[in-house]
């Protein structure tokens, strides 16, 4: 059983399943081999990011805003791009799951996004707050292929290498990491890897337990947590919720879910925030077109540069990045980017509501580029 090999190994059973081809390899050849992977995923993330967040711009962007658009955000994610190298984690290769399902639910192709988003959500859990989503769009073929495709994929340990008696891989995944995470019977996980104060933790989680001693004020910890994650879901919810249903807002939705992704999960680590890629990319591609809140924007995505990368950089040395992490510098980075959002999905509202948009971001409703 994993967890009893290895407490540290919190990840889903399918994701051990999928590195099986690495246990034959010398040790030179598989970080050869992963290196590669992580380089292609990579790529492939900030080009799908691309592709999503300039796919449904009123007006083309030429070669030279291509550019522009390319180079900032490569300087708004270049440090989170290297944390997967120096961590050698595979967040890389979830986001491309993740921005392929986008990908092709923005293409009208639900079976195939349904499937992205749940090979996503099998290697790493937090993916799966993509369902509601598509349930609540009435995504229902890309909500069914997601559901079968996750059974299939979560299960496929157990199926082909069932442990002999006892619970399987999957159920005790859930029982010891899954389950305690989310305050299931947390005395049950021999590993609780989200507990207490750490710097490293950069989640809405992490925060509130840097400010509250979770070991002894537990009641008000959970109370502050409560608040703050309750908060965070009804903002991103009422985005999400009055976000029209449209090919066009897809960019924004899966944009806001990767933000919550990182704010909800019980632990979120420096190389998990490559998956601003997409919210930065798409914020950066808009904010081409903007000409009502265009400076909000800049401003908005100066002050997420500087509390993301800049706060924790060598340039400003060791002391001043440890005292950032303390203060959730990356958090505060992150919820910034909301704001912004929600300009954004304001005027997309008010453009629906009158028949002359002045906001050549967004086309009208039903227009095809």
């Given at each position: 059983?994993?967890?009893?090999?290895?407490?540290?190994?919190?990840?889903?059973?399918?994701?051990?399943?999928?590195?099986?081809?690495?246990?034959?390899?010398?040790?030179?050849?598989?970080?050869?081999?992963?290196?590669?992977?992580?380089?292609?995923?990579?790529?492939?993330?900030?080009?799908?990011?691309?592709?999503?967040?300039?796919?449904?711009?009123?007006?083309?962007?030429?070669?030279?805003?291509?550019?522009?658009?390319?180079?900032?955000?490569?300087?708004?994610?270049?440090?989170?791009?290297?944390?997967?190298?120096?961590?050698?984690?595979?967040?890389?290769?979830?986001?491309?799951?993740?921005?392929?399902?986008?990908?092709?639910?923005?293409?009208?192709?639900?079976?195939?996004?349904?499937?992205?988003?749940?090979?996503?959500?099998?290697?790493?859990?937090?993916?799966?707050?993509?369902?509601?989503?598509?349930?609540?769009?009435?995504?229902?073929?890309?909500?069914?292929?997601?559901?079968?495709?996750?059974?299939?994929?979560?299960?496929?340990?157990?199926?082909?290498?069932?442990?002999?008696?006892?619970?399987?891989?999957?159920?005790?995944?859930?029982?010891?990491?899954?389950?305690?995470?989310?305050?299931?019977?947390?005395?049950?996980?021999?590993?609780?890897?989200?507990?207490?104060?750490?710097?490293?933790?950069?989640?809405?989680?992490?925060?509130?337990?840097?400010?509250?001693?979770?070991?002894?004020?537990?009641?008000?910890?959970?109370?502050?947590?409560?608040?703050?994650?309750?908060?965070?879901?009804v903002v991103v919810g009422t985005l999400l919720a009055v976000?029209?249903?449209?090919?066009?807002?897809?960019?924004?939705?899966?944009?806001?879910?990767?933000?919550?992704?990182?704010?909800?999960?019980?632990?979120?680590?420096?190389?998990?925030?490559v998956e601003l890629l997409l919210p930065y990319m798409t914020?950066?591609?808009?904010?081409?077109?903007?000409?009502?809140?265009?400076?909000?924007?800049?401003?908005?995505?100066?002050?997420?540069?500087?509390?993301?990368?800049?706060?924790?950089?060598?340039?400003?040395?060791?002391?001043?990045?440890?005292?950032?992490?303390?203060?959730?510098?990356?958090?505060?980075?992150?919820?910034?980017?909301?704001?912004?959002?929600?300009?954004?999905?304001?005027?997309?509202?008010?453009?629906?509501?009158?028949?002359?948009?002045?906001?050549?971001?967004?086309?009208?409703?039903?227009?095809?580029?």
């Amino acid at each position: 059983m994993l967890q009893v090999c290895d407490q540290g190994f919190t990840y889903p059973p399918f994701f051990a399943f999928v590195m099986l081809p690495f246990v034959p390899m010398p040790l030179w050849l598989r970080d050869l081999v992963w290196y590669g992977v992580t380089l292609g995923a990579t790529i492939g993330a900030f080009k799908l990011s691309e592709t999503i967040a300039v796919k449904w711009l009123a007006a083309p962007l030429e070669r030279a805003d291509l550019f522009w658009l390319r180079l900032f955000a490569l300087l708004l994610s270049a440090k989170l791009i290297l944390a997967v190298f120096e961590n050698q984690a595979y967040d890389a290769l979830v986001l491309v799951g993740v921005l392929l399902g986008l990908a092709a639910l923005s293409q009208n192709r639900p079976l195939a996004a349904g499937a992205g988003l749940a090979l996503a959500a099998a290697l790493k859990a937090t993916p799966l707050i993509f369902l509601p989503y598509l349930l609540w769009k009435r995504y229902f073929a890309a909500a069914a292929a997601f559901v079968l495709v996750y059974a299939l994929a979560s299960l496929l340990p157990d199926l082909l290498f069932a442990p002999a008696g006892g619970p399987g891989y999957f159920s005790t995944w859930l029982g010891e990491v899954a389950g305690p995470a989310l305050g299931i019977n947390p005395a049950g996980a021999p590993f609780a890897f989200w507990d207490g104060a750490n710097i490293l933790n950069h989640s809405l989680r992490g925060a509130v337990a840097l400010n509250v001693d979770e070991a002894h004020h537990r009641g008000l910890f959970e109370a502050a947590l409560a608040s703050a994650d309750g908060c965070f879901m009804v903002v991103v919810g009422t985005l999400l919720a009055v976000s029209a249903r449209r090919l066009q807002s897809i960019a924004i939705d899966g944009s806001l879910l990767l933000i919550a992704m990182l704010m909800l999960s019980p632990m979120t680590s420096r190389s998990h925030y490559v998956e601003l890629l997409l919210p930065y990319m798409t914020l950066l591609a808009l904010n081409w077109r903007d000409q009502r809140t265009g400076r909000l924007g800049r401003a908005v995505l100066l002050i997420s540069f500087a509390l993301v990368t800049l706060a924790g950089n060598d340039a400003v040395g060791e002391a001043f990045t440890v005292w950032a992490y303390r203060h959730s510098a990356m958090v505060l980075g992150t919820l910034v980017l909301l704001i912004y959002f929600a300009a954004l999905v304001i005027e997309q509202l008010r453009q629906e509501q009158f028949a002359a948009p002045r906001y050549a971001a967004f086309p009208r409703h039903g227009a095809a580029r």
